[in-house]
């Protein structure tokens, strides 16, 4: 059949091969970026939460001071504080701490009588006592400066003084 007019064939294989391989490049550089791009997504939540989990400290603490106040006028002071170890982050420069909140000037303080659970009256031996409620404002901070801010009221019962 050497007089047929068939069309060459003899490049298809080839131009069919780079094509395919040309499209499969073009997915792993896709799949490739879908990974870059979720890493870094996974990277600023972990420091998101670290942050977190320092702010959660510092309340904690600053819950505790309020629990060993006497009087509304004592102002309890939350020593800034560096959680954990440098062995533990892989930076070495700085690891997670808390502090009061610099938008405040003072991060633990007095903001009010709350009223006693189904309006009780509370008196021992002649004094009458009330919950207190203090205002905590903390600042937590992760190894790489991102921070968060919680704030969190705190009820102490104390003396009412009427």
């Given at each position: 059949?050497?007089?047929?007019?068939?069309?060459?064939?003899?490049?298809?294989?080839?131009?069919?091969a780079?094509?395919?391989?040309?499209?499969?490049?073009?997915l792993?550089?896709?799949?490739?970026?879908?990974?870059?791009?979720?890493?870094?997504?996974?990277?600023?939540?972990?420091?998101?939460?670290?942050?977190?989990?320092?702010?959660?400290?510092?309340?904690?603490?600053?819950?505790?001071?309020?629990?060993?106040?006497?009087?509304?006028?004592?102002?309890?002071?939350?020593?800034?504080?560096?959680?954990?170890?440098?062995?533990?982050?892989?930076?070495?420069?700085?690891?997670?701490?808390?502090?009061?909140?610099?938008?405040f000037?003072?991060?633990?303080?007095?903001?009010?009588?709350?009223?006693?659970?189904?309006?009780?009256?509370?008196?021992?031996?002649?004094?009458?006592?009330?919950?207190?409620?203090?205002?905590?404002?903390?600042?937590?901070?992760?190894?790489?400066?991102?921070?968060t801010?919680?704030?969190?009221?705190?009820?102490?019962?104390?003396?009412?003084?009427?």
């Amino acid at each position: 059949m050497k007089g047929c007019n068939r069309p060459r064939q003899e490049g298809a294989a080839l131009f069919v091969a780079v094509l395919v391989l040309a499209l499969m490049g073009a997915l792993g550089i896709m799949a490739f970026n879908t990974v870059m791009v979720d890493r870094q997504v996974a990277g600023f939540q972990n420091r998101a939460k670290t942050a977190f989990y320092a702010a959660e400290a510092g309340a904690s603490e600053g819950r505790a001071l309020v629990r060993t106040v006497g009087s509304r006028s004592e102002t309890p002071n939350l020593t800034p504080r560096a959680l954990g170890d440098t062995a533990l982050y892989d930076r070495e420069v700085a690891i997670p701490a808390y502090a009061g909140d610099p938008a405040f000037p003072n991060p633990i303080r007095y903001i009010g009588d709350g009223v006693m659970a189904g309006g009780a009256n509370l008196q021992l031996r002649g004094q009458k006592f009330v919950n207190t409620l203090w205002q905590i404002n903390v600042q937590g901070q992760s190894p790489d400066g991102s921070t968060t801010r919680i704030e969190v009221v705190e009820s102490k019962t104390l003396a009412s003084g009427y």
